[in-house]
């Protein structure tokens, strides 16, 4: 089974400020690594694809990256909707399809 | 618009059973893989269970923690996907999500899921 690890747990960040998240794999997933937003009391929302490639509807400050073991999501210029937790998971060994624990991102 | 509609879920005494159903709409049904995946009040997301379309033999994979007690089925004609849990344990309390699994075939074939439903709560105590 794939381990993923998020970091950091969580991350205050101010409205307009860049937000860097990572994801690590314990084995290489290639680019079948894909990030999802989650609101409270809401299902979680698909983002980015294949590493880098946003799904439909997806702003642009929505950015992925990395390939093997190492990924990242970066949001550019966080806007208040974006406060939320983030999960990212791999589809390259499956099953089981594993999930990193997460990292919310929160208001500074 | 996809849509994936979860219902099914409530209070049920550890032991007994539940099915989940998921309706979906907006999309042909029959043509994609069905993945429920579960979330513990307060935890993480957790995969439970896949199905593949009929056109790539319809089979089905199990997480480890529901392995010989959770069943999952599809009736394409209804575009409806169902989660059969049997044997139930206080540890399967939590919001069950369909969600649609769309095939890749780039340096393999694997499924990431595009639309998740909004969720059904299942709660196992006594």
């Known amino acids: 089974e794939v381990v993923m690890t998020q970091s950091p747990a969580t991350l205050s960040v101010s409205p307009g400020e860049r937000a860097t998240l990572s994801c690590r794999a314990s084995q290489s997933v290639s680019t079948n690594l894909a990030w999802y937003q989650q609101k409270p009391g809401q299902a979680p929302r698909l983002l980015i694809y294949?590493?880098?490639t946003r799904a439909t509807d997806i702003p642009a400050r929505f950015s992925g990256s990395g390939s093997g073991t190492e990924f990242t999501l970066t949001i550019s210029s966080l806007q208040s909707e974006d406060f939320a937790l983030y999960y990212c998971?791999?589809?390259?060994?499956?099953?089981?399809?594993?999930f990193g624990q997460g990292t919310r991102v929160d208001i500074k | 618009e996809v849509q994936l509609v979860e219902s099914g879920g409530g209070l049920v005494q550890p032991g007994r059973s539940l099915r989940l159903s998921c309706t979906a709409s907006?999309?042909?049904?029959?043509?994609?893989?069905v993945s429920w995946v579960r979330q513990a009040p307060g935890k993480g997301l957790e995969w439970v269970s896949f199905?593949?379309?009929?056109?790539?033999?319809?089979?089905?994979d199990y997480a480890a923690s529901v392995q010989g007690r959770f069943s999952v089925s599809r009736d394409d004609s209804k575009s409806i996907a169902y989660l059969q849990m049997n044997s139930l344990k206080t540890e399967d309390t939590a919001v069950y999500y369909c969600?649609?699994?769309?095939?890749?075939?780039?340096?393999?074939?694997?499924?990431?899921?595009?639309?998740w439903g909004q969720g059904t709560l299942v709660t196992v105590s006594s």
């Open positions: 998971q791999q589809y390259n060994n499956w099953p089981p399809w594993t």
């Open positions: 199905i593949r379309s009929k056109r790539y033999t319809g089979t089905t």
């Open positions: 294949g590493a880098s």
């Open positions: 969600t649609r699994a769309r095939r890749v075939t780039s340096g393999g074939i694997s499924y990431y899921f595009d639309f």
């Open positions: 907006g999309f042909t049904f029959g043509d994609y893989a």
